[in-house]
């Protein structure tokens, strides 16, 4: 294994070595021209930022080894962490908010070099996406952006997220007309779902995570739509139709702010374009028992839907990688179990209904799939969510971060296995 480690890196070196040194000139140019020029750390970032996608954009026509592209990564992501210590690439790191953006960068380009499979078009256009759209979203938000909401600790405005959208779609559209494929009207149709869930991924994005969040969302997409066809296609459509409702009829009930719905838009596509009706309804269930037990005039913000999702949807997109059928499950215990926790924070002033309502909550997810005609065991899922909710109760005593997530990922794992 070694030898053909050692043969796959010499094969690459005349182009690895261009990189390389592409690179090196790249992060050079950029100190020289924040130590003795004095640009802004902000227009420097952008510089590297954009620099380095155009020319890991070569990867494809340089590299033909997996192994290379590790090799650069890591040795990028070494280069930036010794930066960092020394002071030495201020350029890069000289910000005062936190993000770990510089970090993900190269770790996404290994990423979806490996999803990509060698295809162009799949590690191309969302590499791309991420250097340029993202940068035009940064540069026009921060020089023009008025309509401004909040994400966490930071701000996203909606001029940005609508040039990120416009750019989005040109590469796409642009990307795929250049590899010849889809055939038209699937090309218009595939560079908007593409360009408006990256763009809905992009504004929900916080401390550097659209680095690897852009460009796999876009190769999420890229990826079904061009393997399995025009009826891959009218899922991801009729998905975003149907959260883009979710989301009207939830916006003023569960005053949701605008980081909330854009993330349930997002959720609720994947759901339904993944894992259709089957895979979407206990997620509606959940955010109505969530909505439902909101204090009145409390704003449901980015950390509520996240809080309450990231679990089941890590276990969608497993789904989406293994198309394995026995992930359903798991799934539906996931959702059972943040149905009872969401019941249970719901009714702490009622303590006469807390025992009750809960298994109410974890019974109901799981019950959907049964009147849709699918076997389902809904009161092992149901026992299974309340005892997730015990799990929950049990952490909620030490200082663990992400409980919620721990809870959607013990009992995930555990119904796996007994599947």
């Known amino acids: 294994m070694l030898q053909s480690i050692l043969e796959a890196l010499l094969t690459d070196l005349r182009g690895a070595l261009v990189v390389g040194v592409g690179i090196f000139a790249l992060l050079v140019g950029n100190e020289v021209l924040f130590r003795a020029f004095h640009l802004p750390n902000e227009i420097t970032r952008k510089l590297s930022h954009i620099g380095s996608g155009f020319i890991v954009l070569s990867f494809p026509w340089l590299l033909s080894s997996a192994w290379s592209v590790a090799l650069l990564t890591l040795s990028f992501l070494a280069i930036l962490g010794g930066g960092k210590k020394s002071g030495m690439l201020q350029s ?51 020089a023009r952006g008025e309509t401004v909401f909040q994400v966490l600790d930071g701000q996203r405005s909606f001029e940005g997220t609508g040039t990120f959208f416009g750019l989005a779609f040109a590469i796409v559209l642009g990307g795929l007309a250049l590899a010849g494929r889809p055939g038209w009207p699937d090309l218009l149709l595939v560079s908007l779902v593409a360009a408006l869930l990256t763009s809905a991924v992009e504004a929900v994005s916080v401390r550097g995570s659209d680095n690897i969040l852009i460009p796999y969302a876009a190769w999420l997409v890229l990826e079904r739509t061009l393997r399995l066809g025009l009826d891959e296609l009218s899922a991801w459509l009729l998905g975003m139709l149907v959260s883009v409702l979710v989301v009207l009829a939830a916006y003023k009930a569960a005053r949701l702010n605008p980081a909330a719905a854009l993330l349930t838009f997002v959720l609720g596509t994947l759901a339904f374009a993944l894992g259709g009706w ?52 798991p799934f539906l215990v996931t959702v059972s179990a943040n149905a009872a926790v969401a019941c249970w924070m719901a009714l702490r002033t009622r303590p006469w209904l807390r025992v009750i309502t809960p298994v109410v909550g974890a019974t109901l997810p799981p019950a959907l799939p049964l009147l849709m005609g699918r076997e389902v065991p809904v009161l092992a899922l149901a026992a299974g969510g309340l005892a997730g909710l015990l799990l929950f109760l049990a952490l909620a005593r030490t200082r663990l971060v992400g409980r919620r997530l721990v809870v959607s990922l013990v009992v995930a794992a555990i119904a796996w296995l007994l599947a």
């Open 92 to 142: 890069i790191h000289g910000v005062s908010r936190r993000t770990g953006g510089a970090y993900f960068y190269p770790v996404a380009v290994l990423g979806i070099w490996l999803l990509s499979g060698g295809d162009k078009a799949l590690f191309a256009i969302p590499i791309a996406i991420m250097a340029i759209a993202d940068t035009g979203a940064a540069l026009v938000g921060k």
């Open 278 to 329: 089957a895979w979407l309804l206990p997620l509606l269930v959940l955010y109505g028992l969530y909505a439902l037990g909101r204090p009145s005039g409390l704003e449901t913000d980015l950390t509520d839907v996240f809080a309450a999702s990231v679990g089941s949807m890590l276990v969608v997109l497993l789904f989406a990688h293994t198309d394995d059928p026995a992930l359903f499950l």
